[in-house]
């Protein structure tokens, strides 16, 4: 058998030394995860952040623009206009992607930063996940039910009995203001934590 050539040294009282490289320099160190740049967390947050800011901006337009204007129309023009707002963004597949995106993203940012080891980071990125599952919580509870009822009412030319009407409004946009305000708070959550991320990626690069 042919003896090692490059046998292991020994350090103070037999203690195994760092292995050395054939050619007599030491192995690079693998640097521990915390110490590694997170281009995934910082796509994560950026995504999270633009996301929720759409939501938010969707939610506040209907609250500010949308639902004061037909609350000046009559009855008929109301159902139609609804039903065809809806109808679009059914089909959305962009709004669809949007609207799921914001939550994985934010979720996953802060998996990722908690496995890092960086909890205050995780927290506000895992704050802002529950606050936007709040608010699509509130949607499929609440506004799509409403929605789906107004469908079901049919072409709004034949439709003789509009009583849902005052239901749907004073239900619908109620909801919609506490839909606008916790996504809001959501996206702060998720700035502030994305902030957090590029100050340690920022020391980060100065230590190294």
């Not at 490059?6 to 192995?27: C, E, F, K, N």
């Not at 209907?62 to 609350?71: C, E, F, K, Q």
């Amino acid at each position: 058998m042919t003896p090692n050539p490059y046998p292991q040294q020994q350090g103070p009282a037999g203690a195994q030394a760092p292995y050395q490289q054939p050619w007599g320099r030491p192995a690079a160190p693998v640097p521990p995860r915390e110490d590694r740049p997170n281009k995934a967390a910082g796509w994560l947050h950026m995504i999270s952040v633009i996301t929720l800011g759409l939501m938010a901006g969707l939610f506040f337009a209907y609250d500010v623009s949308v639902m004061p204007g037909l609350a000046n129309t009559d009855d008929r023009t109301y159902v139609t206009s609804m039903q065809q707002f809806n109808a679009e963004i059914d089909g959305n597949g962009l709004f669809a992607l949007i609207f799921m995106g914001a939550i994985v993203a934010a979720g996953l940012a802060a998996f990722l930063e908690f496995r890092r080891g960086r909890k205050t980071i995780a927290l506000w990125a895992g704050l802002a996940a529950v606050l936007y599952l709040v608010v699509l919580m509130l949607t499929m509870g609440v506004e799509i039910p409403l929605n789906n009822q107004l469908a079901d009412l049919g072409n709004p030319a034949k439709i003789h009995d509009f009583s849902l009407v005052d239901k749907f409004k004073g239900t619908w946009e109620t909801v919609n203001i506490f839909r606008t305000l916790l996504n809001t708070a959501a996206l702060g959550c998720a700035a502030y934590a994305a902030k957090l991320h590029g100050r340690a990626e920022a020391l980060l690069s100065v230590g190294r």
